[in-house]
């Protein structure tokens, strides 16, 4: 049996799940989200838990066991608390700042780089060069934040660019002219 599609789910207060014809949904104070599961994964919602069982020992529909139990518990800590991610700006110039909606980006390039907010995506600037990004949904958080990071990736000679916060940087030590020749 899958290691961690055999614990059970347990629902913070506030938060309910229902299953319903394939699709869990998971409602809880920040918000809801939805997610489909195939038929040979089954899931019980019994009061304040939630457990999944598998109708066979396939070896994909093991990994699924494990993959939607990992999605479900996703889910109910994104409705109870949210996840967040945090990047870095360094570069000479480089900031960014928030306007309504949308996050402005000057990355040293001949103009700003606009970046609007998505649906259930928060985008917080608490300095010039820190970019916090928040919500509900795990999944989407990351994808938005790789999306911000590709903007400007770090260069590895000056490490200038955008990167998360406590991300391991590679410095490259540049050349040395004229070292080692007579």
């Known amino acids: 049996m899958s290691r961690i599609g055999k614990k059970e789910i347990i629902l913070p ?5 229902t299953e ?15 997610q489909k599961v195939q038929r040979v994964i089954k899931v019980n919602v019994e009061g304040q838990s939630v457990k999944l069982t598998r ?30 991610k945090s990047l870095e700006i360094k570069g000479v110039g480089y900031k960014a700042s928030k306007q309504g909606n949308k996050l402005v980006l000057n990355l040293g390039l001949s103009h700003p780089i606009e970046v609007v907010e998505e649906n259930n995506i928060k985008i ?51 050349k040395t002219a004229g070292k080692g020749k007579k």
């Open 13 to 17: 207060a506030g938060v309910t799940a």
């Open 20 to 34: 319903n014809n394939g699709e869990v949904t998971v409602t809880g104070p920040k918000g809801t989200l939805k």
């Open 55 to 84: 109708q066979n020992e396939e070896n994909e529909t093991k990994a699924l066991h494990g993959l939607y139990r990992a999605l479900i518990a996703n889910m109910v800590k994104g409705v109870s608390e949210g996840y967040s």
């Open 124 to 174: 917080e600037c608490p300095s010039a060069t820190e970019i916090k990004i928040t919500g509900i949904d795990k999944q989407a958080v990351g994808q938005f934040a790789a999306k911000i990071r590709d903007l400007r990736p770090v260069e590895p000679y000056h490490n200038y660019g955008i990167h998360y916060v406590g991300e391991k940087l590679i410095h490259k030590v540049g």
